[in-house]
């Protein structure tokens, strides 16, 4: 029997339950009015998600709202990200996947992520893919459940879970307004996490960047970037600091601006060759600054973008002014060195020439006698009737002898005492030896020192400057006549020898028997200012050494077994003359 339209008790069930109906929309509508809200506001993903689930259990009327995420762990594990209502230990244990090879993954989480579609759980004692969650879902009292994919373009976020206390709690209309939840969810989070990835790139770039700049600007090296028209793109904080330019100033300038016409035209025609060659170079650079002249070198090198096309011309330029008025000055100090110590050089020598002047003065009146009056003989003779011409031409003759003599002893001395520049080249040791022997004579005589002169005929030349070898050994014999010169008459000997040391050198000895040495050692002796002698320098030795060593020979002194010493030095013969 048909129930009569206007049975009272009907209409009021009727009525009851189309306002049941309706408090249910309004509370989904309330629901989805706050969860998107919540969605247009979120700045952080986990925030967003905890409030959607909160917002359904609390407005909403769900018994346990979750969202899971999809690991892509072997196991394919749901992990449950936020979760909001009663027993959430239930979402803890549950040991959810995705995986359709274990049973925890068939469930409605499981389908609903595979498939991309809401999984309606209507009865959680009737539905079979429940099996493995019934007992603890019947005991936590949930009866029904929807799971909803959380998809953003095909990719798979995760799962979005309402339970319901009842069962068949869900129909067709509420499961598409919680899919449309759902989706917004998606891509709220998929937003939120696009930004959060453009956030976190920002800040990487603008990390790297602040440190880029943290080196040029702490760097004290002057840097500087230009366009390829050679316009100023940025400079550091040494470039502001030096030149007295600010960065954003300097923007669009070209050095024409900043600097004198000339430094701008040098750097810039450095620059153009980087450009023309696109090679890295390295450049010296004067750069005038406040404070004075700046020497720089710079390293010049292109900038380019990703395809390889140059865009800007960058330097980097150390200051080494003052490594180059270090350098400067060094090169100062040993030039005013070598030019002392040639004048010591000289001075020695002329000192050393000095000490026999009184006895080659002596020995020059000799032969200076000798012209004079022969000369008056000559004269005698030419006057006589008729004139005595062979005597006249004897006289001559002896005149001329001692001229020649006379003139010859003063050409050796001003070669000695002439010039300080070294000249190298061949010299016959011997010739040299005579020469100063020569001159040493009359000290020699004077002393009444017995000479013995013992040379090696045989020794080829050695390469040297002939006037420092004479110094030595003029320096080795005025020792040597000092050295006899105290001791008794019997022991004033002194001996000079040249030989072939080896096939490589020759060896010249200067031997005495005179005082001694004593403890000291050449050492000591040859040290510069060392003296036992109240009218000596104490340069002789110091020099002789350094004029042995700088022709690449050795000087030093033995005692001899019974008394005196043997002073001596090697020379090395040129290649050409060794056997
Ligand atoms: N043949 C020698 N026998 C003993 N002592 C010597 C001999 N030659 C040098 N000496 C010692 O070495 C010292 C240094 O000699 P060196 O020739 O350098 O200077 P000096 O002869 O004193 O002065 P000068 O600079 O005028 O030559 C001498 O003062 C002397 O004490
Ligand atoms: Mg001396």
Redesign the pocket.
């Known amino acids: 029997m048909k129930p009569k339209e206007g049975d009272p008790q009907k209409r009021a069930k009727r009525e009851g339950a189309t306002e049941k109906e309706l408090t249910r929309v309004n509370r989904i509508l309330q629901t989805l009015y706050q969860c998107n809200h919540a969605l247009v506001r979120a700045t952080d993903e986990h925030e967003l998600l905890h409030s959607v689930c909160q917002i359904l259990v609390e407005v909403g009327g769900i018994r346990l709202a979750w969202v899971g995420v999809c690991e892509d762990d072997p196991q394919k594990t749901v992990r449950p990200v936020a979760m909001a209502g009663h027993s959430l230990d239930y979402v803890e244990n549950a040991n959810i996947s995705w995986s359709d090879e274990t049973d925890r993954g068939r469930g409605p989480t499981g389908i609903a992520i595979r498939s991309g579609k809401p999984y309606w759980a209507k009865d959680f004692l009737a539905d079979p893919t429940l099996a493995p969650w019934r007992a603890a879902a019947v005991a936590h009292g949930y009866a029904s459940c929807v799971a909803l994919p959380l998809v953003m373009h095909g990719t798979r976020l995760g799962v979005m879970n309402l339970y319901a206390e009842k069962p068949n709690a869900f129909n067709e209309t509420s499961i598409q307004q919680y899919t449309d939840l759902a989706n917004n969810l998606a891509y709220g989070v998929t937003a939120l996490r696009t930004q959060e990835q453009r956030k976190r790139a920002e800040e990487a770039l603008r990390n790297s960047e602040q440190r880029l700049l943290d080196i040029v600007d702490n760097t004290t090296s002057v840097i500087f970037v230009k366009d390829l028209e050679l316009k100023y793109l940025l400079i550091n904080k040494e470039y502001e600091r030096r030149y007295h330019v600010r960065r954003d100033e300097v923007r669009g300038k070209t050095d024409f601006d900043l600097h004198s016409r000339q430094t701008a035209e040098a750097v810039r025609t450095n620059d153009r060759e980087v450009i023309a060659s696109g090679e890295p170079k390295q450049f010296e650079e004067w750069v005038p600054a406040e404070d004075g002249d700046r020497f720089y070198l710079s390293s010049k090198f292109l900038l380019r973008d990703s395809s390889g096309q140059p865009y800007a011309v960058c330097g980097i330029a150390t200051d080494i002014t003052l490594r180059m008025e270090t350098e400067l000055e060094l090169r100062r100090t040993e030039e005013a060195m070598r030019e002392a110590q040639a004048a010591l050089t000289h001075v ?1 020598r002329v ?2 020439v000095g000490e026999l002047a009184a006895s080659i003065t002596h020995e020059l009146n000799q032969p200076l006698t000798g012209v004079i009056s022969n000369s008056h003989a000559c004269l005698r003779w030419i006057e006589t009737t008729p004139p005595n011409l062979e005597e006249v031409r004897q006289g001559v003759e002896r005149t001329l002898r001692d001229g020649t003599r006379a003139a010859e002893v003063i050409a050796k001395i001003r070669s000695l005492l002439r010039r300080t520049t070294v000249e190298m080249a061949p010299v016959n040791i011997n010739d040299a030896i005579q020469e100063v022997v020569a001159l040493a004579q009359p000290e020699v005589r004077k002393n009444q020192v017995k000479l013995r002169i013992d040379l090696d005929p045989a020794l080829p030349c050695v390469t040297g400057d002939r006037v420092l070898l004479q110094q030595v050994i003029l ?1 080795l014999l ?3 006549i ?2 006899v010169a105290p001791v008794e008459r019997e022991y004033r000997k002194l001996q000079i020898s040249s030989h072939r040391s080896d096939p490589a050198a020759v060896r010249i000895a200067v031997s ?1 028997t ?4 004593g403890e000291k050692s050449f050492d000591d ?2 040290k510069a200012f ?4 109240p009218n ?7 020099i002789s050494r350094s004029i042995v060593t700088s022709h690449g020979g050795h000087l030093w002194a033995e005692p001899n077994p019974d008394r ?2 043997t ?1 001596q030095f090697t020379l090395p013969l040129s290649t050409e003359e060794k056997e």
């Open positions: 020695s000192t050393a320096n005025i020792n040597g000092e050295a005495d005179g005082v001694g040495i002796i040859s060392f003296t036992t002698k000596g320098m104490g340069m002789g030795l110091s005196g010493t002073f």
